[in-house]
């Protein structure tokens, strides 16, 4: 094993939309946790969020912090007590973020990404939100964390597993069956990787409700498309399916005009699942909700999907690839974080390579 260098540079946000690429110390792992050589990271736009100080006190608890949780890397170097679980070091792997306690009845049940200790120091952790992420040439996580990248997959591809693993769940959380018709609200990364999740689980349709260069993306890759600046959603959708609406729709664009688009695309007795965040409350129809028998549930994260997409990643089944727009060095920080803020840039996944 070559020798650790003691410094690495790192994205540190000082304060809100502060931020440089520092010199600071490689962090050192504690039990059960591998440092590893981050090679990709990609932006998700909580990253985005993050930076501009959107989430106060919470994501991240304080400023100076180093953002990032969409990776991939090698491991360089174990703690105490990781070789018992295999890992070792040049081990090649994808991370995802939550590191929950692994104890409560949430966790004992498999639902960590509801730990019941979220956030409590020293019982649970999520890298690039309430812990040093992996805007850095280093990083440590927990061996919970960790997944082995199939050699047939990239850094780059590594890095996207876990918006991956986050599409699944949604569409896992929607519990779309064979030959439902799906209908999904925003045509972001999660929206158009959710599609591709619809499709893993069966759905005969996928219809992608969204606008500009990101809904022709998704045409592109062979979805039905709305676009909701020309049309009324609500009424295309319907008068797609007969009037009768879809079976499932998965939320992610998180704004609340399409909450209640995708609530009002359903056929009765349908289900939504939202993975989107609306930053205000929303109010929804619930006479409809009642009288139809509407079913609204959350998404929140992964549980146990990053090892269930991993092969279908790697067989090209969720599309992966298709999202990646821009690639840039970890010293053009700044720049990556512009082009995709830029909605002119026709940027969808940006990869920061540390
Ligand atoms: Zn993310
Ligand atoms: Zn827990």
């Given at each position: 094993m070559t020798a650790l260098p003691e410094t690495m540079q790192a994205l540190v946000v000082?304060?809100?939309s502060q931020m440089s690429i520092q010199e600071v110390p490689v962090p050192v792992p504690g039990r059960n946790e591998v440092l590893a050589r981050v090679r990709a990271v990609s932006i998700c736009g909580t990253d985005a969020h993050l930076i501009h100080g959107?989430?106060?006190?919470?994501?991240?608890?304080?400023?100076p912090f180093i953002p990032g949780h969409e990776w991939a890397g090698e491991i360089a170097a174990l703690g105490p007590?990781?070789?018992?679980?295999?890992w070792r070091v040049g081990d090649r792997v994808a991370g995802t973020s939550h590191d929950a306690c692994g104890v409560c009845q949430k966790c004992v049940e498999g639902q960590y990404n509801l730990c019941?200790?979220?956030?409590k120091p020293g019982l649970h952790k999520q890298y690039g939100h309430n812990q040093q992420g992996a805007d850095a040439t280093y990083v440590v996580q927990g061996v919970k964390t960790i997944f082995r990248l199939p050699d047939a997959l990239s850094f780059d591809d590594g890095a996207l597993v876990d918006p991956a693993s986050i599409a699944l769940h949604v569409a896992n959380r929607g519990g779309v069956r064979p030959g439902d018709t799906v209908a999904i609200t925003g045509a972001g990364t999660i929206g158009m990787l959710a599609g591709d999740a619809a499709l893993i689980r069966g759905a005969g349709r996928v219809i992608v409700v969204g606008r500009g260069y990101r809904l022709a993306k998704a045409g592109a890759m062979g979805f039905e498309t709305v676009d909701s600046s020309a049309v009324d959603a609500v009424a295309t959708v319907r008068a797609m399916t007969g009037g009768l609406g879809a079976d499932v729709a998965l939320e992610c664009a998180g704004v609340p005009e399409m909450v209640n688009a995708a609530l009002g695309m359903l056929r009765r007795g349908g289900r939504c699942a939202a993975v989107g965040i609306p930053t205000v409350g929303v109010e929804i129809g619930m006479q409809r909700l009642v009288l139809d028998e509407l079913e609204l549930v959350g998404s929140r994260a992964s549980a146990g999907e990053m090892r269930r997409v991993m092969p279908h990643v790697e067989q090209g089944r969720i599309r992966i690839r298709e999202m990646v727009t821009h690639r840039f060095t970890l010293a053009q920080y700044q720049q990556a974080i512009d082009t995709f803020n830029?909605?002119?840039?026709?940027?969808i996944k940006i990869i920061v390579n540390p």
């Open positions: 000082s304060a809100p959107d989430y106060p006190g919470f994501w991240p608890p304080a400023f007590g990781a070789d018992l679980y295999g019941e200790n979220y956030g830029d909605r002119a840039s026709g940027a």
